[in-house]
């Protein structure tokens, strides 16, 4: 039975019960103008995505501030998100309703990575730990932890291999697991936190790394060894700055990554880097960015107050002004849908 039938029960629940706010997090109501946002028109109309449906009714984590979105590679409509103080919360049918696992119902969750060729099994970067599901959210187990002062902060899976994962903590220390997580070796330190671990899917042995301070770094051998992509980037100000690096999917060796105030983009592997023509002025802090998975013309980033829109490679954009107080934090383009998106945004503490 598919995990979709499985979740039938619930959905029943969600259409017969009248609406019921609990708690999750900082002011959990629906309407708080926390947690996802979903826009089926590429990112022109949103429409908050929180509904939890419960035996008590439907509740809600409309008050959580969403630190990052993962979307399962088999099933474009298993979406998961990590959020700042609220745990993780999973959705089966592209954000219409959600759960939360009972292992991670609080704490910062940095990371999730879903095993790409086992959609029940997924990894979770929480405070200090690695968790690991093999049935499909329902019980988690740790496989890896550090110092309880050290934040596991980036964790991938990859394609190739299902078996090899690496993680990142906020000290730049990069691990590898060629066993799915059941032991870790040392691969070196990449001198700053490690905000984002890409693996290219044309390549096994190609890496990237995004470092805090220290711009991106890349290895060609399987992370054994890595290089620092700053000499690459010295013509573009403050490319050092990296705060989310994506890998444009329908373009060879092309990502994209955000720094504090600028888009910037490579097609041949991080050799050349060019900055594409934003609006937004350079006092405005970005905060997340995505590419359509399926045409690499589309981008899209969000600011503290603003939703922009590319579908000319960056040339051009338009905007939109995001459906919440709250800033963004995430974006997630649904690989199969492309016109659908999800926006996760977070609180800023004062």
Not at 10 to 21: E, F, I, M
Not at 40 to 58: H, L
Not at 94 to 115: C, H, L, N, T, Y
Not at 129 to 144: A, E, G, H, M, Q
Request: proline letters at 4%.
């Amino acid at each position: 039975m598919s995990r979709a039938l499985k979740f039938f029960s619930v959905l029943s629940l969600l259409a017969l019960t009248g609406a019921q706010c609990i708690s999750f997090g900082k002011g959990g109501a629906q309407g708080a103008g926390g947690g996802i946002f979903k826009s089926v028109d590429r990112g022109q109309n949103w429409q908050q995505s929180v509904a939890i449906p419960t035996p008590a009714g439907v509740a809600n984590f409309g008050g959580a501030s969403v630190t990052t979105l993962a979307v399962d590679p088999q099933d474009n409509l298993a979406i998961y998100v990590g959020t700042r103080e609220s745990g993780m919360f999973y959705s089966y049918d592209g954000g219409e309703s959600w759960r939360q696992p009972k292992a991670i119902k609080s704490g910062f969750v940095a990371s999730v990575s879903v095993d790409p060729k086992n959609k029940c099994i997924i990894y979770v970067a929480t405070g200090n730990r690695i968790l690991k599901s093999v049935d499909c959210n329902r019980t988690f187990d740790p496989v890896y932890n550090e110092p309880a002062e050290t934040f596991v902060t980036a964790i991938a899976v990859s394609s190739f291999n299902s078996s090899l994962i690496f993680a990142g903590n906020a000290k730049g220390a990069l691990v590898k697991s060629t066993d799915g997580g059941n032991s870790w070796a040392n691969q070196g330190n990449l001198k700053g936190k490690i905000i984002d671990i890409v693996l290219d899917s044309r390549n096994s042995s190609v890496m990237y790394a995004a470092v805090s301070g220290k711009g991106v770094w890349k290895s060609d051998n399987g992370g054994q060894t890595f290089v620092s992509l700053l000499e690459a980037m010295k013509k573009i100000k403050d490319a050092h700055d990296a705060r989310r690096l994506v890998a444009d999917k329908s373009t060879v060796n092309a990502l994209v990554l955000a720094t504090r105030n600028k888009i910037i983009r490579t097609t041949d592997g991080g050799a050349t880097w060019t900055a594409l023509p934003i609006i937004s002025p350079e006092t405005i802090e970005i905060l997340a960015v995505a590419v359509n998975p399926k045409n690499s013309k589309e981008i899209y980033y969000g600011t503290a107050t603003t939703f922009y829109r590319s579908i000319d490679g960056g040339q051009k954009w338009s905007t939109e002004k995001l459906p919440t107080k709250r800033q963004a934090s995430a974006l997630l383009v649904d690989p199969e849908a492309p016109d659908t998106i999800y926006l996760g945004v977070l609180e800023v503490k004062k």
